[in-house]
């Protein structure tokens, strides 16, 4: 989920249907993975996060996978409803998170009706 | 708890005119951020301080921006003069700790320089 320029990735899925995010993470060194979701006017906001330790977390409705090899991080929703249309930010950090967070560019989740 | 607080939500000022964005961070979480976000680069992190104490400015795009956090209640990013190029929405975010963990944000303000 890596944007280009002003456009954003966009996801269309149908309410009720599963949505999977996903995020390319730069930082080979990276030990902590954070998802956030930002609505409009809004700032993020903490959706679940995961250590480099762990490959998968879940918490309501959502799930983490993290998959070092390929630095790749998804955010799996499942039965999608109107409130998750969003923009979903995966963001990194590393050294033990003292620098604070870098962020990915989002992905722009719509939830059809 | 009330969460992070940032004032002004909204501010439109002029090219050359000093602006000043506050944030009152969490009670009890130790260290502080400054983001900027815009369409083009995102979410950039301009500074951050752990325990009142500037550690990185690395970010911060000029000497025209300056942040300060004179006590653990209060933090301040002032930009003097302002150009149009600094419009975008910039956050303020806290933690507990000074390691991995989630970050908390404002609602941050929207900065239009015309």
């Known amino acids: 989920g890596e944007s280009v320029g002003l456009h954003l990735p966009t996801l269309s899925v149908q309410e009720g249907d599963n949505s999977i995010i996903n995020c390319a993470y730069s930082n080979s060194a990276s030990d902590y993975f954070i998802w956030y979701k930002q609505e409009s006017g809004k700032g993020p906001q903490f959706i679940i996060d995961?250590?480099?330790?762990?490959d998968k977390r879940q918490g309501q409705r959502v799930t983490v996978l993290l998959n070092k090899t390929v630095k790749h991080l998804s955010l799996q929703i499942a039965a999608t409803q109107p409130g998750d249309s969003a923009v979903y930010f995966c963001a990194e950090s590393f050294g033990g998170g003292a620098d604070g967070l870098t962020f990915g560019k989002g992905t722009h989740l719509i939830i059809q009706p | 708890d009330a969460g992070v607080i940032q004032s002004p939500r909204h501010e439109v000022t002029e090219m050359g005119q000093e602006v000043t964005l506050r944030c009152k961070p969490i009670s009890g979480h130790n260290s502080l951020f400054w983001y900027r976000q815009t369409m083009m680069r995102g979410l950039e992190l301009l500074i951050y301080?752990?325990?009142?104490?500037?550690?990185?400015d690395s970010g911060m795009p000029e000497d025209r921006f300056s942040a300060k956090m004179p006590n653990a209640s209060f933090s301040t990013l002032k930009i003097q003069p302002s150009e149009p190029r600094d419009s975008a929405v910039y956050f303020c975010?806290?933690?507990?700790?000074?390691?991995?963990?989630?970050?908390?944000f404002g609602s941050g303000t929207q900065l239009s320089v015309l």
């Open positions: 995961i250590r480099s330790n762990m």
């Open positions: 301080f752990n325990n009142n104490v500037p550690i990185d």
């Open positions: 975010a806290s933690r507990t700790g000074t390691t991995n963990e989630k970050l908390f």
